[in-house]
């Protein structure tokens, strides 16, 4: 696959949900002896994130190297009095891209930092599509968002560990703190720990932008059996689209699990105007309804496999800072599929022609609009929309 180096012997564990994924990042920090990276879209200062936030104070009180990354946008509620307590607690805080009140609306801010990274010592880390928010207070008492993560462990630990201080490096250039840039000695331990082969891919703006789509189109293109992904903003381009189709048309089982709560109403009728067109091509469509779906994971063949932050849409493939895990290892792949497929038979509901909800005039036309306008803000923003028309 192009661009795409991977790593073997590796030991990679699936995380379902907040429940299993923040006990595991609070314990990692409570050992925590030299360095702590952590890179997050949303960090929300509920129960959740009041609990990390006092794990990393506590670790930087005792001697750890703590870096905080927030991403401008997505964390801007985060209260200034928390990071000024950070501060004082030895801790190192930065915003990717900050908001301010009369920021003017720029291409450029559209360009946002949706990763979520976790690296402790260079012995661990965290990755997927995990914000820290508390999934289990919400408005309407649903049960937690629908979401993965993944804890790795292994020599992949060597382009994590890479990617994360150079972030962290070009951020603090930005905002003149230089003295934040002196590196910790430490290194990534690369002795086998496993026996799984991974992959780390990203996506910026630079030498990776189409990294993470390119490794999900080949993997599309070479499947013989089966293709499952849950995502939770899905607006692919023309590509990933005809590959879906392709694959179809060949014979593969190709199953989508889709957001099915209302989240981001622009968004989700954009989606449904793709529909009719897959479905046609002989795709399977199940929207998720028990709660949000977060996820943006994918099963191919059972053996290939990915957990990350990236949706499949404008903003991620195109915008936003992502980083995807990729594996090829059968029992991984096969305990995300059978999770999913749990989903799609048990908290799910088919999407049919028959649905006349879906398909009504009203809804066709909400849908459609929906799309052009998206499509629309796209081109406004420079972008090339029409090698994204499906």
Same mark, same amino acid.
């Given at each position: 696959?192009?661009?795409?180096t991977?790593?073997?012997?590796?030991?990679?564990?699936?995380?379902?949900?907040?429940?299993?994924?923040?006990?595991?990042?609070? /314990?990692?920090?409570?050992?925590?002896?030299?360095?702590i990276?952590?890179?997050?879209?949303? #960090?929300?200062?509920?129960?959740?994130?009041?609990? =990390?936030?006092? /794990?990393?104070?506590? *670790?930087?009180?005792?001697?750890?190297?703590?870096?905080?990354?927030?991403?401008?946008?997505?964390?801007?509620?985060?209260?200034?009095?928390?990071?000024?307590?950070?501060?004082?607690?030895?801790?190192?805080?930065?915003? #990717?891209?900050?908001?301010?009140?009369?920021?003017?609306?720029?291409?450029?801010?559209?360009?946002?930092?949706?990763?979520?990274?976790?690296?402790?010592?260079?012995?661990?880390?965290?990755?997927?599509?995990?914000?820290?928010?508390?999934?289990?207070?919400?408005? +309407?008492?649903?049960?937690?968002?629908?979401?993965?993560?993944?804890?790795?462990?292994?020599?992949?630990?060597?382009?994590?560990h890479?990617?994360?201080? %150079?972030?962290?490096?070009?951020?603090? !250039?930005? %905002?003149?703190?230089?003295?934040?840039?002196?590196?910790?000695?430490?290194?990534?331990? @690369?002795k086998?720990?496993?026996?799984?082969?991974a992959?780390?891919?990203?996506? @910026?703006? !630079?030498?990776?932008?189409?990294?993470?789509? %390119?490794?999900?189109?080949?993997?599309?293109?070479? *499947?013989?059996?089966?293709? =499952?992904?849950?995502? /939770?903003?899905?607006?692919?381009?023309?590509?990933?689209?005809?590959?879906?189709?392709?694959?179809?048309?060949?014979g593969?089982?190709? +199953?989508?699990?889709?957001?099915?709560?209302?989240?981001?109403?622009?968004?989700?009728?954009?989606?449904?105007?793709?529909y009719?067109?897959?479905?046609?091509?002989?795709?399977?469509?199940?929207?998720?309804?028990?709660?949000?779906? %977060?996820?943006?994971?994918?099963?191919?063949?059972?053996? !290939?496999?990915?957990?990350?932050?990236?949706?499949?849409?404008? #903003?991620?493939l195109?915008?936003?800072? +992502?980083?995807?895990?990729?594996?090829?290892?059968?029992?991984? *792949?096969?305990?995300?599929?059978?999770?999913?497929?749990? *989903?799609?038979?048990? +908290?799910?509901? /088919?999407?049919?022609?028959?649905h006349?909800?879906?398909?009504?005039?009203?809804?066709?036309?909400?849908?459609?609009?929906? #799309?052009? =306008?998206?499509?629309?803000?796209?081109?406004?923003?420079?972008?090339?929309w029409? @090698?994204?028309?499906?």
């Open positions: 696959m192009r661009n795409l991977f790593v073997d012997s590796n030991h990679i564990t699936l995380l379902h949900n907040g429940d299993e994924y923040f006990p595991e990042l609070e /314990a990692a920090i409570e050992k925590a002896q030299t360095e990276h952590i890179e997050t879209y949303i #960090f929300e200062y509920d129960a959740i994130g009041s609990k =990390i936030s006092s /794990a990393l104070k506590r *670790a930087a009180q005792r001697g750890v190297s703590v870096h905080l990354l927030l991403d401008g946008f997505g964390s801007q509620d985060f209260p200034r009095e928390e990071i000024d307590s950070m501060l004082k607690a030895g801790m190192k805080v930065l915003i #990717f891209r900050p908001e301010f009140i009369f920021s003017m609306p720029r291409r450029y801010r559209l360009r946002r930092m949706h990763r979520k990274l976790v690296i402790i010592d260079a012995q661990i880390a965290f990755a997927g599509g995990i914000n820290i928010i508390d999934d289990q207070h919400n408005p +309407e008492k649903l049960t937690p968002r629908f979401d993965y993560a993944v804890v790795i462990k292994g020599p992949l630990l060597i382009q994590i890479k990617a994360v201080k %150079h972030l962290w490096m070009l951020v603090a !250039w930005v %905002h003149l703190k230089k003295r934040w840039v002196i590196p910790v000695i430490i290194k990534p331990a @690369d086998p720990c496993g026996d799984q082969k992959a780390f891919v990203i996506r @910026d703006n !630079w030498r990776h932008r189409h990294d993470i789509e %390119h490794a999900y189109l080949d993997a599309i293109n070479q *499947a013989h059996t089966e293709i =499952i992904i849950a995502n /939770a903003y899905f607006l692919p381009g023309r590509k990933f689209s005809s590959a879906l189709k392709n694959a179809a048309q060949r593969v089982t190709v +199953e989508l699990l889709l957001q099915g709560k209302i989240e981001y109403r622009l968004q989700h009728h954009a989606t449904q105007a793709l009719e067109n897959l479905l046609k091509a002989g795709i399977k469509i199940y929207e998720y309804n028990r709660s949000y779906l %977060h996820a943006k994971v994918a099963v191919i063949d059972q053996h !290939w496999a990915t957990v990350g932050s990236s949706n499949i849409d404008p #903003f991620s195109l915008l936003a800072r +992502e980083a995807n895990i990729i594996i090829e290892d059968h029992q991984f *792949a096969l305990e995300l599929r059978t999770s999913l497929k749990t *989903a799609i038979a048990e +908290e799910s509901i /088919a999407v049919t022609p028959a006349k909800g879906f398909f009504s005039w009203r809804n066709y036309l909400v849908n459609w609009l929906s #799309f052009y =306008i998206v499509r629309m803000m796209q081109g406004v923003l420079g972008y090339d029409h @090698d994204n028309i499906p």
